[in-house]
């Protein structure tokens, strides 16, 4: 059974770079996509990129948030990463990682719990 | 448009039926996969493609497509169905996905 685990500080400062990493335990990296998907607290879901694990390693970023973030892999942990630049309040969310699947259309199989993140100085 | 719209509150009575729905542009070309997130929880896929339910979900959660609108149907609403859904899809260049804005579906 594939499980997702968010890890990182649930504190970063403002101005500064959100940094989370997501294992992957129960499967392989090396197929699927790779996303993170982010929830502001009382609001819905946000789509925030995804990777691909494939030989391109092409990635896809939200048109909002495009300026300030990078996905990354580390194949070698099982493990992908998100970086997320000059954060403020409005970053403030529960960040998800999550297993894309094409199959149909695309869908998210497997979630991780969600880690929370809090921008304040 | 790249924007998926649900209505933000739908309401069931128990055993009844419901439809969630999801409009959007980018439907016309890619199918949504269906979530369900109860408090303090991620999200559970309920629904991806044409209307394909993931391993155990209960067969009462349907999908639909129909030109810019996919649709979510629970079929007699169970008082544990209460909870927020989000559609998911492609947006109009294909490149990005995004997410509609939930629907919280409450079960009288």
């Known amino acids: 059974q594939v499980q997702l685990q968010e890890s990182g500080p649930g504190l970063v400062k403002p101005s500064e770079t959100l940094s989370l990493t997501c294992t992957v335990s129960?499967?392989?990296?090396?197929?699927?996509?790779w996303s993170w998907i982010r929830q502001p607290p009382g609001k819905g879901l946000e789509w925030i990129g995804f990777?691909?694990?494939?030989?391109?390693?092409?990635?896809s970023y939200s048109p909002s948030l495009k300026s300030r973030v990078t996905i990354s892999v580390d194949t070698s942990k099982n493990q992908f990463s998100l970086k997320l630049s000059s954060v403020t309040v409005a970053d403030t969310a529960v960040y998800y990682c999550?297993?894309?699947?094409?199959?149909?259309?695309?869908?998210?199989?497997?979630w991780g719990q969600g880690i929370p993140v809090t921008v304040s100085s | 448009s790249s924007e998926l719209t649900q209505d933000p509150d739908v309401s069931v009575a128990l055993g009844q039926t419901v439809r969630i729905t999801c409009q959007g542009d980018s439907l016309r070309r890619y199918y949504a996969s269906w979530y369900q997130q109860k408090p303090g929880q991620a999200p559970v896929l309920v629904i991806y493609g044409s209307n394909t339910r993931p391993s155990g979900i209960p067969d009462r959660f349907s999908g639909s497509n129909s030109g810019n609108t996919a649709s979510l149907t629970i079929t007699g609403a169970q008082a544990e169905d209460e909870a927020d859904y989000y559609c998911?899809?492609?947006?109009?260049?294909?490149?990005?996905?995004?997410f509609g804005g939930g629907t919280k579906l409450t079960v009288l």
């Open positions: 998911n899809s492609r947006d109009s260049s294909g490149n990005h996905l995004l």
């Open positions: 990777i691909y694990t494939s030989d391109s390693g092409d990635t």
């Open positions: 129960g499967g392989s990296i090396r197929t699927y996509y």
């Open positions: 999550a297993r894309g699947v094409v199959s149909g259309g695309d869908s998210y199989d497997h």
